[in-house]
Structures are given as structure tokens and as C-alpha cells.
């Protein structure tokens, strides 16, 4: 079983639409949280990190439920912008914090 | 603030070369400085962890002897991929975890090095 699991999408949805992405995780001993945004042939970028009580920025929301060991993300309004893969990354409770990505869900947002 | 500076961000070398990357965080000290490799259409896997001043830690099945990892100074990590093959052409990353505190702490790339052996 992968550490971190994401569906691959593509997720094709128009303007304006909802969408979430949901993130399962193995290890029970992960301690943070975060999504990435990834472009094509890009850096990852931080897009926010995932708290338990949940936390949102704008049009975008996450939760966590550390008893399912589950993460997910909701982006409202989506923007054409918005199309790039979003990576779930999960830090292991290492002595170095290592982090763990998921293979990322791709988001295409067309007009 | 909180910027890793990478290069080369792109990098064609013959079969049997050496090729160095080079990470530095500009505006902060990185004690830590990690190395990913992200092959097509895959997750980022992390190869190692740079410590300034000590060995870099492995992750399994990554050669220390193929990947070499110096951490000479608080804002500078090499990766060397020595007698580079075909099969190492890949996406290098680096990643250090910006200065902060309490659970808003982040990790900041790199830019890459898209690595192509000939």
C-alpha cells in the first residue's frame, strides 16, 4: 500500500464549478499536513497546510480526519488558473521530517 | 521570502559525465536541505537528506556512491550524479523547510533541474 494515495484524475470540470480531491494516508504517526500545486514541468508550490480543525484561504478548504486518516481538498469557483496537478504531502514523524508525496490529482478547468 | 535558488534548471550530459546541481536558500539559513527526483507522470520520491556539516542520510535504494550530497555551508547542498546513465535522466528538486513556527511552517523548492543523459 502506497504511504500516500490520490486519485490521478484528470478531474475536467467547467468554470465556476466545485471540486474536491480526497487524500488517504498509511502511516498514523504523520504529524503535518499540507497540498501542493504543481505545474507542468514546475516546482511544487505551497498552497496550504491541513489542520484538524480545518482551514480555508479564499476559495479553497481542507480538512483533515486523523481517525481516517484522510485529507481533502475543496476548491469553489474554480478558475481556469486552477488547472495544475495538487500533490497531497504528508510529514512522517521522522527525525528529519521527511515528506511524503502522493502521485498528485490533476485538475483541468476548461471555460 | 523564504527562497531556494536551483541550478542548472536544465542540463543534457554524454553517458559516463558527472553532473552537479546546486541548491542555496537566499534569504535564510537551511540546516536541512532535502533531495527529490520525479520521474514522468510519477510523485516526487525523496532520494536524500543534506545535513549541514554531516553525511546526507539515504533514503533506500538510492546509491550514495551514484548521488553525491555535500552540505558544506548553512545555505549551499551539491547533488552530484556521477557517471550519469540514460536511465538517470529525470526531474531533480530540492527542498528546504522555510523558517517559522507552530503548524504554518512549509517546505520551499527549488526551482529544478531537468537532467537528460544522452
Known amino acids: 500500500r502506497k504511504e500516500v494515495e490520490q486519485d490521478p484524475g484528470p478531474f475536467n470540470v467547467p468554470e465556476g464549478a466545485t471540486v474536491a480531491f480526497n487524500c488517504t494516508y498509511s502511516?498514523?504517526?504523520?504529524?503535518?499536513f499540507f497540498w501542493y500545486r504543481q505545474d507542468c514541468r514546475k516546482e511544487p508550490k505551497l498552497l496550504m497546510s491541513v489542520y484538524s480543525s480545518g482551514n480555508e484561504d479564499g476559495r479553497f478548504t481542507a480538512q483533515l480526519n486523523r481517525a481516517s486518516q484522510y485529507i481533502s481538498l475543496l476548491i469553489r469557483d474554480s478558475k481556469l488558473s486552477d488547472s495544475a496537478t495538487y500533490l497531497c504531502?504528508?510529514?512522517?514523524?521522522?527525525?528529519?521530517?521527511?515528506?511524503?508525496f502522493g502521485t498528485g490529482t490533476r485538475l483541468l478547468v476548461s471555460p | 521570502g523564504a527562497v531556494v535558488s536551483q541550478h542548472p534548471s536544465r542540463v543534457i550530459c554524454k553517458s559516463g559525465t558527472s553532473v552537479k546541481i546546486e541548491c542555496r536558500s537566499l534569504d535564510f539559513q537551511a540546516t536541512t536541505m532535502f533531495w527529490y527526483r520525479q520521474f514522468p507522470k510519477q510523485s516526487l520520491m525523496l532520494m536524500a537528506t543534506?545535513?549541514?556539516?554531516?553525511?546526507?542520510?539515504?533514503e533506500q535504494g538510492v546509491e550514495k556512491d551514484k548521488f553525491l550530497i555535500n552540505h558544506a555551508s548553512l545555505t549551499l547542498s551539491t547533488l552530484t550524479v556521477t557517471s550519469a546513465h540514460p536511465e538517470d535522466s529525470s526531474f531533480y528538486i530540492c527542498?528546504?523547510?522555510?523558517?517559522?513556527?507552530?503548524?504554518?511552517?512549509?517546505?520551499?523548492f527549488g526551482s529544478g533541474t531537468r537532467l537528460t543523459v544522452v
Open positions: 502511516n498514523s504517526a504523520s504529524q503535518s
Open positions: 527542498s528546504a523547510r522555510m523558517p517559522g513556527r507552530g503548524q504554518t511552517y512549509g517546505y520551499t
Open positions: 543534506s545535513n549541514e556539516g554531516s553525511k546526507a542520510t539515504y
Open positions: 504531502v504528508v510529514v512522517m514523524n521522522t527525525g528529519f521530517q521527511k515528506l511524503v
